[in-house]
């Protein structure tokens, strides 16, 4: 259904619960604050395929915003709160907005890139006000709650986490479709978690990333609630199940791991009993964190492979999982080849790029290299997310680690992904990046950077620890040859790791 529809059936009912605050946006309340702001971006003269973007944290207001742009048939970037002005700029200016959203609670950010960004005509700001602001709430009270007369599907046009180098904006084709026109995300929904109106999702992550807020919105066209927690906690994820009951939601491993790391007795605890499916994406998970939480949870997780480009979509329930152990699935959306560096397609069991074919188009915007780099090399029509992987011969696929991750040491090829899942379930690490540090006998050497469960640990004595473990269970090209420690990954919430800053660091 579309939100109107929703909002006219179950008016009252919540559609957003803050997990924190415990505060309740009704359906009704969703539905006309979308209805405001779409009247007043009318007003200001955007039409379809015009531009908003918005940066703020996890707020009441968040899916009301985003919805006022889905409504109106435009494009809409939803952009992290935690950016710098430079990198926030980049990406107001990249996508074309005309009109930039942002809160009281990174004012000072967002007020900063005022005068770089000259194409935003209309700037409003969430929860107080700052030079160059308009009032978010005083500004759309002027406007009635009623629908705009040309609704229509819009589009997000979200940018990569620039893990390695400059975020890329995934532009879509905009459909301009009526209202409440299912997409391949509500009809791949409605089929593999078969969401209702008595759903409650649970959203424990930034909204500003694709599938939060993707998923999001899609569970509300099926009538269901909604739980945002303004920021994971692994305590509280598990309260929040317990009070609201929840049905569905959505994890990254990191928070797994940080959940199987609370003392037993917490985690027993709290009743689970409600939920059936525990949906985790975005970076690939330890084979035996996966063990542990169906352990824990019961055959209830579902994993999948995809990306913001939405070019493939593969799919692994606990079933088939325990089958094939360490594997993500099969697709559903894309057919997987296997390339080598040249770009001819590798039988099953071999490790090479993967390409998928048959699915959705997608460029990066204003940048033709960019896209260009994401086409197969030999013009098949296939596209590459620049992974790492092969497949068995049932065609199950298995992640080995991102391309460009990948340590050349002494002329061997070593994939840091496997390092970074031993360690990471180490009991005395809290958090493991493995790279490629420059050695001059070897060209690279594995390096492991970590953050201890103990900071007091940090030392000769846990790193000689943590390289026996490793070289125990890893071959020993493949170990890390030092650990340095620190107090704190550049993790990107959403569980992406930024090792481009780490590289950086290492190789200047």
């Known amino acids: 259904m579309h939100l109107g529809e929703v909002a006219a059936l179950t008016p009252d009912k919540p559609a957003v619960i803050m997990a924190g605050s415990g505060k309740v946006i009704t359906f009704r309340e969703l539905d006309e604050e979308s209805n405001r702001l779409a009247r007043l971006l009318r007003a200001e003269g955007l039409r ?39 990198e926030l700029a980049y990406i107001i200016d990249n996508c074309g907005a005309r009109v930039f959203i942002s809160s009281a609670r990174v004012a000072e950010v967002a007020a900063a890139v005022g005068e770089v960004t ?11 006000t700052s030079p160059g602001f308009d009032s978010y709430e005083k500004r759309i009270a002027a406007h009635p709650p009623t629908p705009v007369e040309d609704e229509c599907e819009g589009v997000d046009m979200l940018y990569s986490s620039g893990t390695t180098g400059r975020p890329k904006g995934v532009k879509p ?19 593999l978690f078969q969401p209702d109106g ?8 930034p909204l500003y ?108 329930d606990s079933k088939a999982w325990l089958e094939h152990r360490g594997t993500v699935g099969r697709p559903l959306l894309g057919q997987i080849h296997v390339c080598d560096d040249e770009g001819a397609e590798l039988p099953p069991g071999r490790t090479g790029v993967l390409y998928f074919g048959e699915g959705p188009e997608f460029e990066y915007h204003d940048d033709p290299v960019k896209t260009a780099s994401s086409r197969d090399p030999l013009g098949r029509g296939w596209t ?19 391309l460009s991750y990948m340590i050349i040491s002494g002329g061997v090829n070593i994939y840091p992904q496997e390092v970074e899942n031993l360690l990471a379930v180490h009991p005395k690490v809290a958090d493991v990046a493995v790279i490629g540090v420059p050695d001059p006998e070897m060209g690279e050497a594995v390096k492991a950077v970590i953050q201890p469960m103990e900071p ?20 020993h090209y493949k170990c890390p040859r030092s650990i340095d420690f620190r107090a704190e990954l550049p993790r990107h919430p959403t569980g992406k790791l930024y090792k481009r800053l780490l590289k950086d660091e290492y190789w200047a």
């Not at 599938?211 to 099926?222: I, N, Q, S, W």
């Not at 996966?290 to 990306?307: D, N, R, S, T």
């Not at 007091?456 to 071959?475: K, M, Q, T």
């Open 48 to 86: 379809p395929g015009d531009h908003v973007a918005f940066m703020l944290e996890n707020h009441p207001s968040f899916l009301a915003i985003a919805w006022a742009a889905q409504r109106s048939g435009l494009y809409y970037t939803a952009i992290s709160s935690r950016l710098r002005p430079d």
């Open 173 to 191: 084709t905009l459909s301009k479709a009526p209202v409440g026109t299912p997409n391949k995300l509500y009809e791949l929904v409605s089929f």
């Open 456 to 475: 007091g640990e940090a030392g000769p004595d846990l790193e000689r620890e943590l390289l026996d473990h490793c070289r125990e269970h890893l071959a």
């Open 198 to 205: 008595d759903s409650v999702y649970l959203s424990p992550a």
């Open 384 to 402: 590459t997310l620049g992974d790492v992987g092969y497949v068995d011969e049932e065609g199950f696929l298995y992640l080995t680690d991102r």
């Open 118 to 128: 000259p194409g935003v005509k209309l700037r409003l700001m969430v929860g107080g």
């Open 209 to 316: 990333h694709a599938a939060p807020l993707r998923y999001c919105l899609t569970f509300h066209r099926f009538g269901a609630t909604v739980v945002v927690m303004e920021r994971f906690d692994p305590e509280e994820a598990l309260r929040a199940i317990e009070r609201y009951g929840v049905t569905h939601s959505q994890w990254v491993p990191t928070m797994f791991i940080r959940m199987l790391k609370l003392p037993e007795e917490t985690r027993a605890a709290h009743d689970l009993s409600s939920l059936r499916y525990a949906v985790h994406a975005a970076a690939p998970c330890p084979a035996e964190v996966k063990e542990q939480m169906i352990a824990w949870w019961g055959p209830v997780l579902h994993e999948y492979y995809a990306g913001t480009e939405g070019n493939c979509f593969v799919y692994a």
